[in-house]
């Protein structure tokens, strides 16, 4: 299914503005991708363009059990760590998506802002920093917060929860199915798929 073309500014009257990370506030998935053809390759995978683009939204547990399915869990959380390790060793390499992180800025200061991820917290904090936004959201919540990952709306709830506002009032900003997928389970909606906004 295509990108919806929803504008990237959010509408008159939002309440809260819910950001993923990967993909749409910092351009990590280059280097996930990088990083995991490497370790996926050692362990015999050939991780394709095409696998990625369909698994890149799932949270990164589901992620490897996707290429590893038969593997044990022992072997599939040395996977995980061998590339979870050498993407945190990376990440002086990350860029900002401008577009999207220039409507953050925009609306700083003026409404509750906060991510929403399926990444593991470390990551997704020190992707933040290292392109110098960290400070720009109420708070993070990560993986490591919920019981479940995208495409589940746990994340988002929570979220809207803390925010103390209406999920009709929210704007979620996402580059994934299973992200919009969530956003929308969670009863927002205006759902922005910043893939549109990227190329």
């Known amino acids: 299914m295509p990108p919806e073309n929803v504008p990237l500014e959010p509408p008159e009257g939002a309440r809260a503005l819910l950001f993923d990370c990967d993909g ?3 351009d990590t998935l280059s280097l996930y991708r990088v990083c995991w053809r490497q370790v996926f390759g050692r362990h015999g995978f050939d ?10 939204g799932h949270h990164v547990h589901d992620f490897v059990a996707a290429a590893f399915p038969d593997a044990s869990s022992e072997l599939r959380a040395e996977i995980t760590e061998e590339g979870m390790g050498m993407f945190m060793s990376s990440t002086h390499l990350l860029e900002p998506l401008e577009n999207v992180v220039s409507v953050a800025r925009a609306h700083y200061g003026r409404i509750p802002m906060a991510v929403v991820s399926s990444g593991p917290r470390d990551a997704v904090t020190e992707s933040l920093a290292a392109v110098g936004i960290t400070d720009l959201f109420d708070f993070v919540l990560t993986l490591d917060d919920v019981s479940a990952g ?27 199915a299973p992200g919009m997928a969530a ?10 798929d910043v893939r549109v906004h990227l190329g």
């Open 150 to 176: 995208k495409p589940s709306p746990e994340g988002y709830l929570q979220a809207i929860a803390r925010m103390g506002v209406d999920a009709s009032g929210c704007v979620a900003y996402e580059d994934s």
């Open 24 to 26: 749409t506030l910092v």
């Open 47 to 56: 991780l394709t363009d095409e696998w990625f683009a369909h698994y890149a």
């Open 183 to 192: 956003a929308h389970a969670a009863g927002i909606p205006h759902v922005v």
